[in-house]
């Protein structure tokens, strides 16, 4: 299973579709610590595409740029897209795995390491 034993994941998203992106990379590493990147996906080719290996994943959120997957694998990564199922719906599935791989490590991804509740800054004097 890719998903699970994966060293870094690069989330890409089109449209409004790229915010999506933008959370699953976030959840990843608030969760489980994880090595995440995100990127629109229309510009991951011109650079971001120079991290993807074997033993790494590239997921896809929305439609597909012609011809990605078949870059994606070219340089050895895994590619994750549904496209047919909703990229909202796909979203849970990231946050999902998220989860496991925490609970894989032995974190708790309901108290992330290093996170709190809220932040709280202090003013210029110290006061909160």
């Known amino acids: 299973r890719p998903l699970l034993t994966a060293g870094q ?7 409004w579709a790229y915010g999506l992106a933008q ?7 608030e969760a489980a610590g994880a090595w995440t990147e995100s990127y629109p996906a229309m510009e991951y080719r011109h650079g971001p595409i ?4 074997p033993g790494r994943v590239t997921w896809l959120f929305g439609e597909a740029p012609a011809g990605l997957a078949d870059d994606v694998h070219r340089v050895g990564g ?3 897209h549904h496209p047919t199922t909703d990229p909202l719906a796909d979203l849970i599935r990231a946050q999902r795995l998220a989860v496991a791989l925490a609970e894989t490590q032995g ?10 509740r809220s932040v709280v800054l202090a003013t210029d004097d110290g006061r909160n």
């Open 9 to 15: 994941w690069t989330f890409l998203g089109r449209g």
């Open 23 to 29: 959370e699953a990379a976030l959840k990843m590493r």
């Open 50 to 53: 120079a991290i993807t290996a």
């Open 78 to 80: 895994h590619f994750e």
């Open 107 to 116: 974190h708790n991804p309901d108290r992330p390491r290093n996170l709190t």
